[in-house]
């Protein structure tokens, strides 16, 4: 039988579980006792936060990995993010990957109007005398390495703050940071 989790994995931490040798980084493990052979599906980086799911089942993560399953995520960004910018997010954009030039597949982008009620960082951003920032939701269908990071840097509005709200189906709802639910099955 399989095991299955929902995250709201808090800035500060890495995607993985265990320790390698010689990280002194925060892991999931420390925010729950996960069941043995249980493995993140996707990742977020240290600085990212938000909805991530893990499982036992092997089959279920390349699944939820595909291209077939939609990623949203609310990006603040630094300044107010034009309406051109988020045309060129919605048609691809060109960033960097491996040292390789990539441009990224359509997606979905729009500016949000309010900012997004979410729990307080561990981590201050930095606060509004340093200039405006504004909030914009990007649904991706690939996850290539800090893709929407990327992304919005490339139309000329750095990531402040990333938090991955929705995958498929599942949405990242009402779990506080570093708040772990224990599910049957994942439908996304």
């Known amino acids: 039988m399989h095991h299955h989790y929902i995250l709201y994995k808090p800035d500060g931490y890495i995607s993985q579980l265990t320790e390698n040798a010689g990280h002194k980084k925060k ?3 420390e925010l729950f006792d996960f ?16 909805l991530l799911l893990l499982t036992t089942d092997g089959k279920m993560s390349e699944a939820i990995r595909s291209k077939k399953v939609e990623k949203e995520y609310y990006a603040q960004v630094n300044g107010n993010i034009t309406f051109e910018a988020v045309e060129q997010l919605q048609n691809g954009v060109e960033i960097g990957i491996e040292g390789e ?4 597949l359509p997606c979905t982008a729009f500016r949000l109007t309010n900012t ?4 307080k960082r561990n981590k201050k951003i930095r606060d509004d005398r340093h200039g405006p920032t504004s909030w ?3 649904t991706v269908n690939e ?3 800090r893709q929407v990071r990327k992304m919005t840097a490339a139309v000329g509005f750095p990531t402040l703050r990333l938090v991955r709200v929705r995958i498929g189906n599942i949405k990242l709802e009402n779990l506080n940071a570093g708040e772990v639910k224990e599910v049957d099955c994942f439908d996304y």
Do not use: C, N, Q, W
Not at 101 to 104: A, L, M, N, R, V
Not at 116 to 119: E, T
């Open 101 to 104: 030039k990539y441009t990224t």
């Open 27 to 29: 892991l999931l493990g």
């Open 35 to 50: 069941t043995e052979g249980t493995m993140a599906i996707g990742r977020l980086d240290e600085a990212s936060e938000g």
């Open 143 to 145: 996850g290539k390495f």
């Open 116 to 119: 997004p009620d979410l729990p």
């Open 136 to 138: 914009v939701s990007i």
